[in-house]
């Protein structure tokens, strides 16, 4: 399929379920998120990347997820797992993990960061040197 949006993958982000710190799967190394079905999740709210990620994930571990809150950034995720109130998917790069939560990667998952652009549109000169010099670069400090 055609689009007018062309695409250069960056770099990749681990993914890890976030626990609170006392949770039955804090001590692990990692984890497959089909262990985790029967928990309540915290999520990215529809139309996200990762809610769209977390939706993927779960399909292919053919788990019907419990939902209980439903988020638009990262942070709060970490926060609430924090307070108890479930467990969520975050990027492990980038989280900011607080005292009361553990990190538990997930087993071979990942999301592809990236640069988009359209097409049909002429990028302004500092934009296209922007991209170019994003694009010549990307994966060297993965």
Same mark, same amino acid.
């Given at each position: 399929?055609?689009?007018?949006?062309a695409?250069?993958? !960056?770099?990749e982000?681990r993914?890890?379920?976030?626990?609170?710190?006392?949770?039955?799967f804090?001590?692990?190394?990692? !984890?497959?998120?089909a262990?985790?079905a029967d928990?309540?999740? !915290?999520?990215? $709210?529809?139309?996200?990347?990762?809610?769209?990620i977390f939706?993927?994930?779960?399909a292919?571990?053919?788990i019907?997820?419990?939902?209980?809150?439903?988020?638009?950034?990262l942070t709060t !995720?970490?926060?609430?797992?924090?307070a108890?109130?479930?467990v969520g998917?975050?990027p492990?790069e980038g989280?900011?993990?607080?005292?009361?939560v553990?990190?538990?990667?997930?087993?071979?998952e990942?999301?592809?960061?990236?640069?988009?652009?359209?097409?049909?549109r002429?990028?302004?000169d $500092? $934009?296209?040197?922007f991209?170019?010099?994003?694009?010549?670069?990307?994966?060297?400090?993965?």
């Open positions: 399929m055609r689009t007018d949006m695409w250069a993958p !960056i770099t982000q993914l890890a379920l976030v626990v609170p710190s006392g949770h039955r804090a001590g692990r190394s990692s !984890i497959g998120l262990e985790a928990e309540e999740f !915290i999520v990215m $709210a529809p139309g996200f990347g990762m809610r769209r939706d993927e994930l779960c292919a571990a053919e019907t997820p419990a939902i209980t809150f439903e988020s638009s950034e !995720i970490t926060g609430l797992a924090g108890g109130l479930g998917v975050v492990v989280s900011d993990p607080h005292a009361d553990v990190l538990v990667p997930l087993a071979g990942s999301r592809e960061i990236g640069l988009t652009w359209y097409r049909s002429p990028l302004p $500092a $934009a296209a040197r991209r170019d010099f994003v694009v010549g670069h990307a994966w060297e400090s993965s």
